[in-house]
């Protein structure tokens, strides 16, 4: 089953006087890139968090940012304040009075203006009691994660399903008319061989290998199989339960290979002309393929 790697998750829960909440958001990333972003107090978590994500996302560029409430009316912050601060500004005052007779009129207001005089310090928190929680948190935002994931995911599979459907049409189509190639090219020379040497007669012999040089050359069978091979490997991709991306794009690439071959060995205009259809359903894939995780 083929999972997006476009996606968006969120949730909240309680313990406590403390309400957490989570949201997570993916988007495509050819390997795994996973940035988190915690209150400073959660710092200590981090990297099991990231554990935890890592475990149940395979490939794509993952967001999460995690914020945390006091319900209960406790501060989440001590104030302190920065007496060694507050001393240096009252020996500048007092050097003021004293150098330039300043009239020295200080209150506490006054420092309270004054950048850094209060420090504002996240309460500590004991990691290992808060660990269950944010647990629960990232699990349940990875839950719902999944199911956007496995929606666009089924999205994209029914878009994969038809463009092989007429792949599988584009190919049928060409193999009927490859047996037309070798009449068509004989006939092409046999005119052209008239209009060069008039009532001159034909070398019958020379013509058939002409003919037989040309059947050799454009022989469509072995791309053809491998086509087929390939398109039945895609279908068996889609119904595994595993990360897919990497494997379906090589198989786009393969798949394109042996299109273009085709091409240039069937230069007939209306095999022409499916292969560049062939070409254009390719390309929709691979653009959708950059986005599977």
Known sequence: ????????????????DRIFSAEIKS????????????????????????????SRIRRGRIEVSIQSEN???????????????????????NQMEEEFGVEKKVQAETFLRMS??????PVELNSEELM??????????????????LKEGEAVEADFRNRLGLL??????????????????????????????????????????????????S???EEVVRIRSHLKQFYEYLSLDDALGRRLEFLIQELNREVNTLGTKASEPSITNIVVEMKAELEKMREQVQNVE
């Not at 089953?1 to 406590?16: F, H, P, R, W």
């Not at 406790?74 to 601060?85: D, K, R, T």
């Not at 269950?132 to 994931?149: A, F, G, Q, V």
């Not at 049928?172 to 005119?191: F, G, M, T």
């Open 27 to 54: 988007i495509n990333n050819r390997y795994k890139d996973i940035i988190i972003r915690l209150p400073k107090n959660f710092q200590a978590v981090e990297r099991e968090l990231k554990s935890i994500i890592s």
């Open 168 to 217: 599988e049409e584009y190919v049928n189509d060409v193999e009927k008319r490859a047996p037309d190639l070798i009449e068509e090219h004989r006939n092409r020379l046999q005119i052209s061989i008239k209009k060069m040497l008039g009532d001159v007669s034909i070398d019958e012999n020379r013509l058939a290998q002409e003919v037989a040089f040309f059947a050799e050359r």
């Open 116 to 121: 850094d005089v209060i420090l504002f310090r």
């Open 1 to 16: 089953m083929l999972k997006s790697m476009t996606a968006y998750g969120k949730s909240e829960c309680q313990t406590g």
């Open 71 to 93: 319900i209960g009316g406790e501060a989440s912050y001590n104030l302190e304040l920065n007496i060694p601060l507050v001393r240096s500004y009252i020996k500048i005052l």
């Open 219 to 221: 022989d469509i069978t």
């Open 132 to 149: 269950p929680t944010l647990e629960k948190l990232m699990n349940m935002s990875l839950d719902s994660l999944e199911i956007m994931k």
